[in-house]
C-alpha cells in the first residue's frame, strides 16, 4: 500500500519559474527521501531528510520536513525543461525494510 | 548510471505462465530490494533480501518470490502470472543500513 501522498498529481510551468510539490504520510518515520523518475525508468535519489530535521538544501532542491503535520514538500527553483520527470517521496521506517513511496507527481516544465 | 543492472529490459509472457527477473547490484553493496511499479503509480515494495535472506516482505502474494546469490545478485520469481503483473520491475540496492536505495532501469513484463 502507498505510504505518501503527493499533491499535485501533475504540475506544469514554465522554464526558469519554481516548482513545489508537497507529499504527506501517515505513519512514523525515520526519514523521508524525494527521487526522481524519467519517463517509466529507474528512480534517482535526489535528497534524503531525517526526522530530526526541518529544511535541507541541495543545489537547486528545497526541502521541508513538519512531522506534527506528517508532510514535507520539495521546491525545484529556476526549474529547466530537464526537470521534466515524475517525482516521488519516499519514507523509510526504523527498520528500513520497507519503503514507501507515493503515486507521485508529474512535473513538465516547458521551454 | 547507478551501477545496478537489469535483465532483461522487456518481457512478454501470457497468464499462467512463470517468470525469472534478473539484477545485480551495485558493487558493494549487499542489500537488495524488488518494486513493483504499475502504471501511473508509485513503485510498491516487494521484498528485501540481505545476505541471502529474505528481509522483510510487502503485500504480495507467494508467487512471488525471491533469491540472493552470494556475490549479491538477485532475481524475482513471479508464477501463475495474472494479467495485473504487467508492470516495470525495479530493483534496487544499497549498503546494509543505508537508507538511500540504487535503482536500476527496470524490466517492463507485459502479461497477455
Known amino acids: 500500500s502507498q505510504q505518501g501522498e503527493e499533491d499535485p498529481q501533475a504540475l506544469s510551468i514554465q522554464e526558469g519559474e519554481n516548482a513545489t510539490m508537497n507529499c504527506s504520510y501517515k505513519?512514523?518515520?525515520?526519514?523521508l527521501q524525494w527521487y526522481r523518475q524519467n519517463s517509466g525508468r529507474g528512480l534517482v535519489h535526489l535528497i534524503l531528510?531525517?526526522?530530526?530535521?526541518r529544511e535541507k538544501h541541495s543545489g537547486r532542491l528545497r526541502v521541508t520536513l513538519d512531522t506534527s503535520k506528517k508532510s514535507s514538500s520539495l521546491l525545484i527553483t529556476a526549474s529547466r525543461a530537464a526537470d521534466t520527470a515524475s517525482y516521488f517521496c519516499?519514507?523509510?521506517?526504523?527498520?528500513?525494510?520497507?519503503?514507501?513511496f507515493g503515486a507521485g507527481t508529474r512535473l513538465t516544465v516547458k521551454p | 548510471e547507478t551501477g545496478v543492472t537489469q535483465s532483461p529490459t522487456h518481457l512478454i509472457k501470457t497468464r499462467g505462465q512463470q517468470v525469472t527477473l534478473r539484477c545485480s547490484s551495485q558493487?558493494?553493496?549487499?542489500?537488495v530490494s524488488w518494486y513493483q511499479q504499475a502504471l501511473g503509480q508509485g513503485p510498491q515494495f516487494i521484498f528485501q533480501?540481505?545476505?541471502?535472506?529474505?528481509?522483510g516482505r510487502g503485500n504480495f502474494p507467494p508467487r512471488f518470490s525471491g533469491l540472493q546469490f552470494p556475490n549479491y545478485s538477485s532475481e524475482l520469481n513471479v508464477n501463475a502470472l495474472e494479467l495485473d503483473d504487467s508492470a516495470l520491475y525495479l530493483c534496487?540496492?544499497?549498503?546494509?543500513?543505508?537508507?538511500?536505495?540504487?535503482f536500476g532501469a527496470g524490466t517492463r513484463l507485459s502479461v497477455l
Open positions: 534496487a540496492s544499497s549498503p546494509r543500513g543505508a537508507n538511500i536505495q540504487y
Open positions: 505513519t512514523s518515520i525515520n526519514n
Open positions: 531528510i531525517r526526522s530530526n530535521e
Open positions: 519516499a519514507t523509510g521506517a526504523y527498520n528500513n525494510n520497507d519503503m514507501r
Open positions: 558493487s558493494g553493496h549487499n542489500t
Open positions: 533480501y540481505y545476505r541471502e535472506e529474505e528481509n
